[in-house]
């Protein structure tokens, strides 16, 4: 019999000779009586403990009730909620029936339904383009634990859905969500949920089961950027144009993982800064970056001498995103006393003439 469902069966009244009663039996008192065993046969294989009061919720020992239908027979009903084994005593007048008490009856969890479900190992912090799993035990609607197979209900009512939480900022982002990958773990009443998550940032997590939310304590799923910078996504920026002599290039670079995910907490990583003059040949650097401790990098380098250069800014070796730049024109820059030549200049000098000096 099945958990929740009613179990209707007859009594047939019979006297000591064994003849059938088929007259109401005045003062006749029917005891029906399920008393629990175990249910070793509807065990957690993710060790899902039981519920803890489920004795008090259903009772261990759950009494049926028998209705004399007045020509001998009495019509008995039994509902037990909890799957396991019980066995059955039925006692007319306090004697029990011919083999009272009856076989184990074997109680059978009900259909899935989701509030019931337990999750196990939802992860609340993820990196970046890693998979994970969680587990869902599969349960009934009185909670007992399903053990048969589920890939029948896998589908589109089933769903593990993580979607992004956008900034305020991002007003004009749409929506991501991805949803995981339901599989029903060796058919013995347990979901497994996998999923990978590229974008760095908070997701809400909504699962449902047949339409029905599964209860979890999760409240927000971190995705954390993978702990390595690479060339082919970091980026720069603070090159112009065009520079005069005495200017300086300030060069501030974004280290980004293989996702574009900003790497807010990179740190040490070798990014390098190299002007070549195209017309000299001249090579300037390689200039190591500054660590900003916020995931940027900077770096600054004055221009002397005037030329076309080439800026390249590299990761290990490797331009990052927009590097190389050719064409970068330094001209020549305002007047500086400091650095200027006195080139021609008479000594001494007559009083009342004119002198030219050049400079």
């Known amino acids: 019999m099945e958990a929740g469902i009613t179990y209707f069966f007859t009594i047939q009244m019979r006297d000591i000779y064994n003849s059938k009663q088929i007259m109401k039996?005045?003062?006749?008192?029917?005891?029906?009586?399920?008393?629990?065993l175990d249910h070793d046969d509807w065990p957690s294989p993710i060790s899902i403990p039981d519920l803890n009061d489920w004795q008090?919720?259903?009772?261990?020992?759950?009494?049926?009730?028998?209705?004399?239908?007045?020509?001998?027979?009495?019509?008995?009903?039994?509902?037990?909620y909890k799957a396991g084994s019980f066995t059955l005593n039925v006692r007319v007048n306090s004697l029990d029936l011919e083999d009272s008490p009856f076989t184990p009856i074997e109680v059978s969890p009900t259909n899935l339904y989701a509030?019931?479900?337990?999750?196990?190992?939802?992860?609340?912090?993820?990196?970046?383009?890693?998979?994970?799993?969680?587990?869902?035990?599969?349960?009934?609607?009185?909670?007992?634990?399903?053990?048969?197979v589920l890939a029948a209900a896998v589908g589109t009512d089933h769903i593990a859905l993580y979607t992004y939480r956008k900034m305020e900022s991002d007003?004009?982002?749409?929506?991501v969500s991805v949803e995981g990958v339901f599989t029903d773990d060796t058919d013995d009443g347990v979901y497994i949920v996998t999923v990978t998550l590229t974008k760095a940032g908070e997701y809400d997590l909504a699962i449902r089961l047949l339409g029905l939310d599964v209860p979890f304590d999760v409240e927000t799923v971190t995705v954390e950027p993978k702990p390595l910078s690479v060339p082919q996504t970091s980026n720069f920026t603070g090159v112009n144009e065009f520079y005069y002599t005495g200017d300086l290039i300030e060069?501030?670079?974004?280290a980004r993982d293989e996702f574009t995910n900003?790497?807010?907490?990179?740190?040490?990583?070798d990014f390098e800064l190299t002007l070549t003059g195209?017309?000299?040949?001249?090579?300037?650097?390689?200039?190591s970056f500054t660590d900003n401790t916020d995931g940027t990098y900077s770096v600054s380098f004055m221009f002397e001498i005037v030329e076309a250069y080439t800026v390249s800014v590299t990761l290990g070796g490797t331009d990052v995103v927009g590097s190389p730049i050719p064409n970068v024109d330094v001209f020549h820059g305002h007047v500086q006393a400091y650095y200027s030549d006195l080139v021609s200049s008479e000594t001494p000098i007559t009083a009342g003439l004119t002198y030219v000096w050049q400079i």
């Open 115 to 148: 509030p019931s479900c337990i999750t196990l190992g939802i992860p609340d912090t993820m990196i970046a383009g890693t998979e994970y799993s969680l587990k869902i035990q599969g349960r009934d609607f009185y909670s007992n634990n399903l053990v048969d």
């Open 251 to 254: 060069i501030t670079v974004d």
């Open 278 to 287: 195209q017309t000299s040949g001249t090579v300037y650097g390689p200039f």
């Open 56 to 80: 008090s919720i259903y009772g261990s020992n759950i009494q049926g009730i028998a209705l004399d239908q007045g020509d001998g027979t009495y019509e008995a009903q039994l509902t037990i």
């Open 262 to 269: 900003f790497r807010y907490d990179s740190a040490a990583d």
């Open 25 to 36: 039996q005045p003062d006749t008192t029917i005891e029906i009586l399920a008393s629990y």
């Open 171 to 175: 007003t004009e982002m749409p929506v």
